[in-house]
């Protein structure tokens, strides 16, 4: 039997939203408020569900230690507490959540079990959330 | 890369749940006090998920002051404190939350971009909620 | 030992804010969108919060089973899918959220036991709430 | 027009991980502290997404009384304040979560209406959550 | 100035209501299926709210990891992933939650600070809560 | 009869914990990961209580619209999506949530009708919160 197991994990992090391949207006009219130069912040809920077979013995799809494990040196770690911006992932790449999510889900793909499919969202505030669901999962 | 992208969306409305197609004795029998002649009320909260391509200039799905101007005008001041029984939309379907998702879909559909996928999914209270997810998005 | 027990309930409604008081321009100053005539709802959550000692031999402050009857009997049953500005409760008063708080705890503190004390706190959006705490309580 | 209609329903239960196909010691690395030999116990929510046709009368997926009965009688009767390696689906099966999911879907499918599809989705705590969504849901 | 910080904390547990005060038929009467014999459980949130003058230097009522390594030892080692029922504090105390909200009170107020006020708020269930505010807090 | 009305407002900051007074080793121990050079981000939720009679024409404590008028210009404007430590009011106070909901406070009491009473509580993630509820109110 097949299942999907989802966990949450929540860091705190500031970006700004800009990018040079924008003139300043342009900066403005896309990212609005976002773009402001000092930066601003967000606490993230990082959901990761990770989808595969339940262990007849244990009737787990994935040992939540472990998984924690991961995501704690993976995700929380390098990213909890810190300006987006000036961490070497978001050099050439604009630190919107759509950005985050996927960038954290190819870090999680990396570690995890290939029998294992990793689905990774991400809350960016109450009102605005990100997927990123690759084929088959 | 292709990802989606939710956003959460409020509108308060009142509703009375009854059809010509049945008996009074058979309004009650499905619709409960969903059928009492003087109506009710809920808060919708509406979820719309844009499925799309991150763009690599902008790291977005979709612009989001863009995503709000349509859903204001094709949803919210449409929908928001009414009573969906004295709407055009509903003058021949019942305004249930079924209903309501696939109406607030349509609409969307016709005025997103060709490339961009849209699912539609309405929480009535804090216990039902209903999702319309084309094929394919 | 005196302690709080809360417990949530939830209906809903609908209503009209609109006054005989004033004319239809001031109505819609005050009351902005929810002056619209043929009105709309809410989901309201209420909480109750009864205040007392904690019973030695069961270690509760109140039965619970009592305490639902009450709720049901005196407010769930008259305001649960109802249009409140039909109601006899609201005929010389505007059923603002306030005036609904105000009423709801008025019915449970004639009914509930003189050494509870009672408050009523009434959710009605997700951003708006209102509270009645008696002096005392 | 093909759509979803979830509901929640809430179950309070306790339960104690472990398997006589570990050791103590194993039992003690895979379950860490939900292996306690007195058990523990959770809140869960459990959320049953049913899929299918919009009824063009009734503007309905399922009728709403119809599947709290079988909710009922199903799952909140057997597994609400239980302990639930007392039960019999338990004798030889952990009772993970990941368990429990897969049971109430089975039990939910044998009631159903066969053009009905059954997705479940348990919450045990804020932080984690599993669903079993069947091919074709 | 005196200011209010509250800090969340999550625990899993077990219980069953029952006291040898009453009769077999008056604890089925007085906590319904909560006496129900195998006992069964909740997830807690205990809500811990710290009243104190805000430290000119820090700006901060209370320093958190004191704060955290106080609730650990007191409140989260001792109750979590445990039967309440089999713990020495309820050996002559039902479990009920309002006398755990008492019990944990009473264990942090021995141990913070005498200049700090502590209240304590548990909530059982996503319906019900309890609080302990002492005079003066 | 005197009631509490209380809205909810969303602002997302960024800040960093660090102060003059105290020495490195002495900043990294009072405020952890807090204090990280290029500081982080939270979404705040801002409740704004009010308290006062209700208007017996009206039903209400205070004009929504008014009070949404004075808290766009006082808090929001100046804090939403901004560096905290860059403005004015945080140039010689740490910008714990501690101090700006006491900043909070002040500012909106400047400008609300003396006969309404004004507690502000700020949600900085989804465990920590902080209240300031001047006497009287």
Same mark, same amino acid.
């Given at each position: 039997m ?17 990018t040079e ?6 900066n403005?009219? =896309? ?5 402001? /130069?000092?930066g @601003?912040g967000?606490n993230? #809920?990082? &959901?990761?569900?990770?989808g595969?077979?339940i262990?007849a ?5 994935c040992d939540l230690?472990?998984?924690?494990g991961? =995501?704690?040196?993976e995700?929380?770690? /390098?990213?909890? @507490?810190?300006?987006l911006? #000036?961490? &070497?992932a978001?050099?050439n790449l604009?630190?919107?959540?759509e950005?985050?999510c996927i ?14 499919t990793?689905t990774v969202?991400?809350?960016e505030?109450s009102?605005?959330?990100f ?7």
């Amino acid at each position: 039997m097949r299942a999907q197991l989802g966990r949450r994990y929540r860091l705190s992090a500031s970006h700004r939203l800009h990018t040079e391949a924008l003139s300043e207006a342009e900066n403005r009219a =896309v990212y609005g408020k976002c773009a402001n /130069p000092h930066g @601003h912040g967000h606490n993230y #809920t990082v &959901e990761v569900l990770v989808g595969g077979e339940i262990d007849a013995a244990t009737g787990m799809v994935c040992d939540l230690t472990r998984l924690d494990g991961w =995501v704690s040196r993976e995700v929380l770690e /390098p990213f909890d @507490h810190q300006n987006l911006n #000036t961490l &070497e992932a978001f050099q050439n790449l604009v630190p919107t959540t759509e950005n985050l999510c996927i960038e954290i889900q190819k870090r999680l793909r990396k570690v995890l079990p290939g029998d294992l499919t990793v689905t990774v969202r991400v809350e960016e505030t109450s009102n605005n959330f990100f997927e990123y669901r690759p084929e088959g999962a």
